[in-house]
């Protein structure tokens, strides 16, 4: 792959996070108050926006989606005994979290046309130890989520969402990150709405809150303490340090007042590319992912293309790179992972899996990739060329 040659060109990264400006100014702000822990005052305007935006009982800011996820393991209390059911084609965290309570985790496999966890294959696993689904709203979106719900409400389980890639999208005027007992978002760098480092727990079950504020205090009723409502506070539950400071919690404040520019420019970036695409005679090759579905508003976190064969996508992905667009893989699946099979949980075939690890490639999305939409459709044209070509 290293003796094609190709004009050179700029780098275009896979990803590069928005900074508005705005950032400065309120840890400049947050700096003056002189409070710079957890919990003060942009910490609660950052909740009380996600509230609202979901209509939740409770938004609770984390310093990342993965601490989010161990406070969902926490809070449904989980013991050996108890299993979790979820996709395999995911980020690590979706799975630690749970492991790290000791629940057996049951991986299922994803739809091909979503990529997201299969509602017939979890009713096929669901048993009488099932405690909890979670769904992870892959490329921020989740066609299926109604159904999930529906299911998981019908076997009295938990349905959890890993939103960290959702923020944004809606199914039929809902927000995802509204149809689970709680749900999980992520305001890492690669993410649409960043502090850097950061994420939030949502709990759309009123019954989840009072403990989900005794964990996200380490353990200890302070919040009440805070309110004024007990006289002191002291250790009262399990619990651990998930807060972000202030500092972060300044920017991630910033970044919302853009949220609507942000989504609605990824979504506009999404639709070329997806027009781009289909514009093409390259359907043999490689799919699309599905474009937006009644009643569908989607947030353009990943553009992904799906090819026919693995030796496509790295010979495509090889190509690009060498004119300088950086395309990037997908979720080596857990189920096989080193670590799953060191727990001697092999007994899994989930072909969908192994064909989206194997077949997909993301394409730069990031708002700014305006300047260099010219140079990505030629280097797109010029490597599926090459694709098919070496056919
Ligand atoms: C990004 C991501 C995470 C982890 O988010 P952090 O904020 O980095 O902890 C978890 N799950 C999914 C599906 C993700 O995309």
Redesign the pocket.
């Known amino acids: 792959m290293d003796s094609l040659e190709f004009p050179y060109s700029p780098n275009i990264p896979f990803n590069r996070p928005f900074v508005s400006g705005k950032e400065i100014e309120f840890i400049d702000d947050a700096c003056k108050s002189g409070h710079l822990s957890g919990c003060g005052k942009y910490t609660k305007k950052c909740e009380v926006w996600l509230e609202d935006y979901f209509g939740a009982s409770r938004a609770l800011l984390t310093h ?3 601490a989010a996820l161990e406070m969902c393991a926490l809070l449904l209390n989980l013991s050996e005994d108890d299993e979790v059911i979820m996709p395999s084609y ?2 690590v ?2 799975a630690n979290a749970f492991k790290l309570r000791n629940a057996k985790i049951k991986f299922v496999d994803i739809c091909p046309q979503t990529l997201c966890i299969d509602p017939v294959r979890v009713s096929e696993a669901i048993n009488s130890k099932t405690r909890a689904v979670i769904a ?1 709203n892959y490329a921020g979106r989740n066609p299926y989520i109604y159904q999930l719900a529906e299911l998981c409400h019908n076997h009295s389980i938990y349905l959890v969402e ?1 939103n ?2 959702g923020l944004g999208s809606t199914y039929k005027g809902r927000p995802l990150g509204s149809f689970g007992s709680l749900s999980c978002i ?3 760098e ?2 649409n709405i960043s502090s850097g ?1 950061g ?1 939030a727990l949502i709990i759309n079950d009123p019954s989840l809150v009072h403990r989900a504020e005794l964990i996200l205090e380490k353990g200890t009723n302070r919040s009440a303490f805070n309110r004024g409502e007990v006289d002191k506070y002291t250790w009262v539950s399990l619990g651990s340090s998930y807060l972000p400071s202030e500092i972060n919690a300044a920017f991630l404040w910033a970044q919302f007042h853009d949220f609507g520019y942000i989504t609605r420019t990824r979504t506009r970036l999404w639709m070329s590319y997806y027009e781009f695409i289909l514009s093409h005679d390259w359907s043999d090759f490689v799919k699309t992912p599905l474009p937006p579905q009644e009643g569908e508003i989607i947030n353009g976190h990943i553009f992904y293309l799906m090819f026919a064969k693995t030796t496509h996508r790295d010979y495509f992905n090889s190509c690009m790179k060498s004119q300088g667009v950086h395309c990037v893989f997908h979720y080596v699946p857990l189920h096989s992972s080193p670590f799953n099979l060191s727990l001697g949980d092999s007994c899994y075939s989930l072909p969908i899996t192994d064909q989206a690890s194997s077949c997909l490639t993301r394409l730069p999305i990031w708002i700014g990739l305006d300047s260099c939409w010219d140079q990505i459709k030629t280097a797109v044209t010029i490597s599926m060329n090459a694709v098919m070509s070496e056919l």
Do not use: L, W
């Open positions: 990342s989606c993965t995911t980020f965290s979706t992870v890993d960290a890639q992520s305001f890492h690669t993410k480092e994420g």
